[in-house]
C-alpha cells in the first residue's frame, strides 16, 4: 500500500479588510442589486482624474463594488479596472496608493483565480517597488525614530494595512502557480516576512500571520529560496528564535507557522552552519517542533462548533448575503461574537497545519530523513540490514545459503529497540494520537444539513481530514516496523479505532453529499486499511463491516474510494476461521474483475483487486482456500479473465500514466504466474 501523501500548502485564511478609507454610503456585502454599466463607469473613469481626492474615492468604492457580488465583479473587470488599479500602484499620491493595493487585495481574496492575471500584467514591478518604502516605515515605527512630518505619520498610521494587502496578494501570486515563485524570488522579500515573525509582539497578529503563511508557500519545494536560507544562515536562527520567543498557546499560529517553515526548509536547516557537521539536526528540529505542534492540538472542536452556532444565531454577526460569510460593516467594530468567530477560524486554520507538518513528520523516512524507521542508520553500516536485494523464488535458496548475509532476526531486534526509544514515536503514541482520534471525530456543525457558518463548516472538515491523514500515515510507518509492536502492545487502542472508524463513517456517510465529505469518508477508508494491515487476525470484526465496505463500493464514483475499499477489504479476508467472510469478499472480488472488460472496473481498481488475489489466496494452507478459492472455480474464472486484464494494460498509456501502467504490467505477469501456481499447488 503506497503511503498517503499531499503536498503541504499554507491555510488560507481570508478575512477581507478594506483600505483605510471607505466611500461613505456604500456598504460591503449589502448592495441588493447589480449596479448598471452607466452607474459603474463614472466611478471607473474617477481612477484616471487629475483630482488625488477622486481617485482614492474611486479605489475605495470599487473595493466595496467588488465586494457586493460577482455579476458586479464581472461587470468591473469587463471594464478593465484591473489595468487601471495596477496603474495606481505607481500613484504620487499616498491615499491613491494604498486605496488601490487594497482594493487589489479584496479582489484577488473573493476570486483567486485573478492572482494569474495579476501576474501576467506585471503587478509584481509596482510592488517591488513599494517594498523597500514599508520597510523603511516600519522600521522607524519599531525604531521609535522621531516623525518626520505629517506626511510620515500618516504612513506610520496605514503601513500595516498596506503590509498585510502587499503580503496578500504576493501570497495569492504564489499560490496561483509554482512557477510564479521564481519571480517572486527576485524581489528578496524573505528577509522581509521573517522580520514580522521575529517581532510578532510588536505588530498587528493578522500581518504577522499573512506573512508566516506567505512564506510558507514561498518555502514549499521551492529550491531557489533554500539558497537564500543557505547563502543567509542567520534566518536560520531567527526562525529559531521565535520559537523559542513565546511559551504555551502564546502566538500558536504564528509559532505553528514558523514550524512549517523550519520544515519546509529542513534540508538547509542541516546543512547550516549553525550546526555541528556530526550533529543529528534533523531528529533535534522534531524535538524542538513536536512539543509546540502537540500544545496547539489542544483545543476543543465540540465546543467550538457549539459556541459558533450560538454566535451565528445571536442576530449580533452580519453575513454576506452572497456566500454566507461574516462581513462586519466599514467603520464598526467587530461584535464579540464575530470576534470570537474569527478566533475559531484561526485555530482551525492552526490545527490544519499542525496536523499536516506532523503528518509530514510520519513519512520522513522516505526521503531518508530522521523519522523513528530510520533507526537502523545509528546502527552503522557494517550492523545494518542490506535491504537492496529483492528475494523471490528464483534466489531465496541462493540468499539463505550465502554465508555473508547477516542475521536479519538480529538485526531487526536492535532496530525495534532503537525504534521503540526515539522520542518522535513516543510522542505519537502517548500524546498525539489520542487528539488524532478526537479532531477527527465530526462535529454538529461539521457536515450541517443547513448551512449555518460555512467558513466553519469547511474549515471544520478539513480539520478532520487532515487529522485522519495523520492517523494514516502514523498506522503506516507503525506496519513498517518489522515487528509491529504496536499494534501488539496499543491492541486495545488499535481494536478501538477500528470501531471507531466504522462509526465515524456512519455518522460521515449520513451527512448531506459534498465533496467535503465523501474526501472525509475516503480518508477514513484509508486509515482502515492501514489498521486493518496492522491488526490482522485480530480486527474486530461485526456482521455489518463487510457489507457496508461493499456497499460503499458499489455508492462510490471515486477510483481511489474503490481502491482503498479494496485494500481495506484484504486484511478482513485474510482472517483465519472466518470462511464466510472470506467467500463474501472473494465473490465481490472476483465480479470486480469480471467488469474489466466491460470497463466497468477502471485499470487502478483492477490491479488492486488483482493484488487482493495474490496475498489472500497464495497458500493452500489457508483454511479458506479450498472451500472458496478452489470450490468456487476462481482459477476458472482467472483464466477467462486473463485476456481482459491483457487488453487493460495494453491500453493503458505509458507516456501518460507511467506509474499506472508499470504497476498493470507487474500485475498482468504476476497474474500468468499465478496462475500456473495455483494450478500446480496442489500436485506438490
Known amino acids: 500500500m503506497g503511503k498517503q501523501t499531499h503536498k503541504r500548502r499554507s491555510i488560507k485564511h481570508r478575512a477581507n479588510p478594506i483600505g483605510s478609507r471607505v466611500a461613505a454610503g456604500v456598504q460591503q456585502g449589502v448592495m441588493e442589486e447589480v449596479p448598471q454599466p452607466e452607474q459603474v463607469l463614472p466611478v471607473i473613469q474617477k481612477l484616471s482624474s487629475p483630482d488625488s481626492t477622486e481617485r482614492a474615492w474611486a479605489a475605495a468604492c470599487i473595493s466595496n463594488l467588488i465586494m457586493a457580488g ?3 465583479r464581472k461587470l468591473l473587470l469587463s471594464k478593465g479596472i484591473l489595468p487601471k488599479l495596477i496603474e495606481r500602484l505607481t500613484d504620487d499620491n499616498r491615499d491613491v496608493l494604498e486605496e488601490s493595493v487594497g482594493t487589489l487585495r479584496n479582489l484577488v481574496s473573493v476570486d483567486p483565480v485573478i492572482a494569474k492575471e495579476y501576474y501576467s500584467r506585471d503587478i509584481l514591478t509596482p510592488l517591488g517597488t513599494l517594498l523597500p518604502q514599508i520597510i523603511q516605515t516600519i522600521d522607524n515605527i519599531l525604531n521609535n525614530a522621531p516623525v518626520a512630518d505629517e506626511a510620515e505619520q500618516d504612513r506610520r498610521r496605514t503601513v500595516w494595512d498596506l503590509a498585510e494587502n502587499f503580503i496578500y496578494i504576493i501570497w495569492s501570486i504564489g499560490e496561483a502557480s509554482d512557477k510564479y515563485i521564481t519571480a517572486i524570488n527576485r524581489m528578496n522579500i524573505v528577509s522581509f516576512l521573517i522580520s514580522f515573525l521575529t517581532v510578532a509582539d510588536q505588530c498587528p497578529s493578522r500581518v504577522v500571520i499573512a506573512a508566516g503563511q506567505c512564506l510558507t508557500t514561498l518555502t514549499d519545494d521551492n529550491q531557489e529560496i533554500y539558497l537564500e536560507f543557505q547563502n543567509h544562515p542567520e534566518y536560520v536562527r531567527m526562525l529559531f528564535d521565535v520559537l523559542s520567543k513565546f511559551d504555551g498557546t502564546e502566538k500558536i499560529l504564528v509559532r505553528v507557522l514558523t514550524c512549517a517553515i523550519l520544515m519546509n526548509i529542513r534540508d538547509v536547516v542541516q546543512m547550516s552552519s549553525s550546526w555541528d557537521e556530526d550533529f543529528d539536526a534533523l531528529g533535534e528540529l522534531n524535538k524542538k517542533l513536536l512539543p509546540i505542534l502537540t500544545t496547539s492540538l489542544d483545543y476543543d472542536i465540540q465546543t467550538a462548533a457549539e459556541q459558533t452556532k450560538a454566535a451565528m444565531n445571536s442576530g449580533h454577526v452580519t453575513k454576506h448575503e452572497e456566500t454566507g460569510e461574516i462581513t462586519p460593516r466599514p467603520k464598526q467594530p467587530l461584535s464579540d461574537e464575530e470576534k470570537y468567530i474569527h478566533s475559531v477560524e484561526e485555530r482551525l486554520a492552526t490545527l490544519q497545519l499542525s496536523l499536516e507538518i506532523l503528518a509530514d513528520i510520519c513519512l520522513q523516512d522516505e526521503s531518508g530523513d530522521d523519522g523513528w524507521e530510520d533507526a ?79 467558513s466553519i463548516s469547511q474549515a471544520l472538515a478539513l480539520t478532520h481530514q487532515r487529522a485522519l491523514e495523520c492517523f494514516n500515515n502514523f498506522l503506516l510507518g507503525m506496519n513498517e516496523i518489522p515487528s509491529k509492536f504496536w499494534f501488539k502492545e496499543q491492541k486495545s487502542d488499535a481494536i478501538q479505532g477500528w470501531r471507531w472508524l466504522f462509526n465515524t463513517a456512519n455518522t460521515v456517510a449520513a451527512a448531506p453529499q459534498s465533496e467535503d465529505r465523501d474526501t472525509v469518508l475516503e480518508s477514513i477508508v484509508g486509515c482502515m486499511w492501514a489498521l486493518g494491515r496492522g491488526l490482522g487476525q485480530d480486527i474486530p470484526l461485526e456482521p455489518s463491516d463487510v457489507p457496508a465496505l461493499c456497499g460503499a463500493y458499489e455508492a462510490s464514483s471515486s477510483t481511489m474510494m474503490r481502491v482503498k475499499i479494496v485494500g481495506c477489504l484484504g486484511p478482513i479476508a485474510m482472517r483465519r476461521g472466518d470462511i464466510e467472510t472470506n467467500k463474501h469478499i472473494g465473490v465481490f472480488i472476483m465480479n470486480i474483475l469480471s467488469q474489466i472488460g466491460s470497463h466497468g472496473t477502471s485499470p487502478e481498481v483492477a490491479v488492486e483487486a488483482l493484488n487482493f488475489l495474490y496475498d489472500v489466496y497464495s497458500d493452500c494452507a489457508f ?33 501518460k500514466n507511467f506509474d499506472l501502467r508499470s504497476r498493470a504490467d507487474e500485475a498482468l505477469t504476476n497474474l500468468v504466474a499465478f496462475i500456473k501456481y495455483k494450478a500446480n499447488e496442489r500436485r506438490l
Open 623 to 655: 483454511d479458506y482456500d479450498d472451500p472458496v478459492f478452489v470450490q468456487g472455480g476462481f482459477l476458472a474464472q482467472l483464466r477467462q479473465i486473463l485476456p481482459s486484464v491483457r487488453s487493460m494494460v495494453k491500453i493503458t498509456d505509458r507516456r
Open 376 to 454: 537502523d542508520m545509528d546502527m552503522g553500516e557494517e550492523d545494518a540490514p542490506d535491504n537492496t536485494d529483492v528475494i523471490n523464488e528464483d534466489n531465496i535458496d541462493e540468499f539463505f545459503q550465502d554465508t555473508s548475509a547477516i542475521d536479519e532476526s538480529n538485526a531487526a531486534a536492535v532496530n525495534d529497540s532503537l525504534i521503540r526509544s526515539n522520542p518522535v514515536l513516543h510522542a505519537f503514541t502517548t500524546e498525539i494520537f489520542p487528539h488524532l482520534i478526537r479532531l477527527a471525530t465530526p462535529t454538529s456543525l461539521s457536515f450541517p444539513h443547513e448551512e449555518v457558518a460555512p
Open 70 to 72: 460577482a455579476g458586479t
